[in-house]
């Protein structure tokens, strides 16, 4: 049975059964829930085609109604787990159906009895989907949720311990006013007490899940204070280094990442960390991380590794490690004239060149990464150790640069934009010294920057026939980006690139109009 049937046979079905609650139409509506989950249609969820939502506001009311069978309702909420992978099809289950208020509901329900199976699956379904997500307060049954997991994480530790924990994490991050209502009940400091003691606890996911709350509770308040302090803090990066390279499987990984993003944005302990004595050690062990084939996992390193570039002196450590990775204790300043697969720039170049097909962002986040190493060595002085890296990236980068095929649908083709975007950056950034921009100037032709010019102008949504007028989206927009970008590049290079002047030029005399149309761009013509 093909998606559009199966979607068909789930409306019908469910309509059969709120005509009639008998066991046959249950059964039938339940296999129809197995059938779409079978079928893997996560993607398709999030479209915004009208048989796809009728079927997510179907299986949304169905765990809204307490009335619906504990076993259907267990089906789907199995289902919707498997739906909120995708990230906008998490969106639209949390902003359109407000799956966070009905969740809540059915753990409020769920909580009179310890023992109903709807209780555990309910709460880690919240959890995914509020993962990076802030809640808003005023929702509904958002304070008995509060309540209820501040009950479970103090009692007798059990399966719920886990999962309410990570809910709890997940609802006080950057949420100032959650952060408030927790601060204000009575059974506050008791609650600080528990996750205290976690802090010690065998499981490493338990330990940043306590820290990560305590993080989000305490860390400008007395508490915070002790856990935090000069005394304690190098034992503190220990603790959350640890569990990021030897936790219990991504899940653990990503809060760990989290959390110390989170701490670096505070100042006092960013220059904590700058001071930590095992940093380079640390951070050797973390990009060994990258060596995994999960992209999820990859993902949450490459975010950690750019918030190190938020501090100048963690960026440097962070670009002598990747660039020069066997120079760690010694004192030479020669590099292997060829790179090995296990070196660290050679992992990035892995995962900046993914398919446009893959499910994370792991190409962006790696661009980004390469234009704050080049930007440090160019501010450092030290282009000299780069030029061996870059001969290594260019090819990649000229690939980002390919004009995409027509036929890729919107979604890949913004994909694509935002990596020709961040690959120009890099290029741009790289003709801020001489040595590294003759190395671009070696591979990167006229031709191809007019190309690509050309091509952004029909993707933009310019109708050179009969005016000037923008197509008001996000691609059109993103179009325009890689113009003003390319133009930038050229303007770098057009003393140094055969033809480049005379390309360059032309465009800016032909679109003199479109380009206003785009954006200032004075700044290029000078």
Known sequence: MDASASMKSLLLAASQYRAARTQPNAALLQRSVEVISGLKLTRLFASNQTLPSECLRCLVELVDDPNTSSQLTLTVVGLL??????????????????????LANVVHRSSVNPIDPLLLPSIQLLQKLTYSVRVFHANANIDELISFLMYRIQSTEDELTIPCLGLMANLCRHNLSIQAHIKSMTNVKGFYRTLISFLAH?????????????????LNEEVG???????????????????????DGTLTRKYSVDLLMDLLKNPKIADYLTKYEHF??????????????????????????????????????LCQAILEPNMAGCGSTRLASRSKPSEPSVLLVHWSNQPLE????????ALELFREIFEDVIDTGHCAMAERFVDLLLPVLLDHLHVPDNSLEDLLLRKKCERMMKATDILITLCADDILKTHVTKVLTANKCTYLIEHHFTCSGIDFGFGTKLIDSELSKLAAEVILKTLDLMSKLKQLVPSME??????????FVLLHCLSDFSYLCG
Do not use: W
Not at 83 to 99: A, H
Not at 225 to 247: A, C, D, M, P, Y
């Open 280 to 317: 380079r050690s640390c951070l050797n062990q973390v990009l060994g991380l990258l060596h995994g084939r999960d992209p999820d996992s990859s993902a949450k390193v490459l975010e950690l590794l750019l918030a190190f570039c938020s501090v100048p002196e963690l960026r440097h450590v």
């Open 358 to 365: 893959a499910s994370e962002n792991c190409s962006t986040l």
């Open 81 to 102: 787990s498997q739906l909120v992978s995708d990230n906008e099809t998490r969106e639209v289950l949390q902003n359109t159906y407000n799956l966070n208020s009905i």
């Open 225 to 247: 204070e002790k856990l935090f302090h000069s005394r304690n803090i190098h034992q503190t990066f220990q603790l959350i280094f640890n569990i990021l390279v030897n936790g």
């Open 502 to 511: 005379v390309s360059f030029y032309k465009v800016l005399q032909v679109r």
């Open 202 to 218: 065998s499981s490493l996911t338990m330990v940043v899940f306590a820290l990560s709350i305590l993080s989000s509770l305490t």
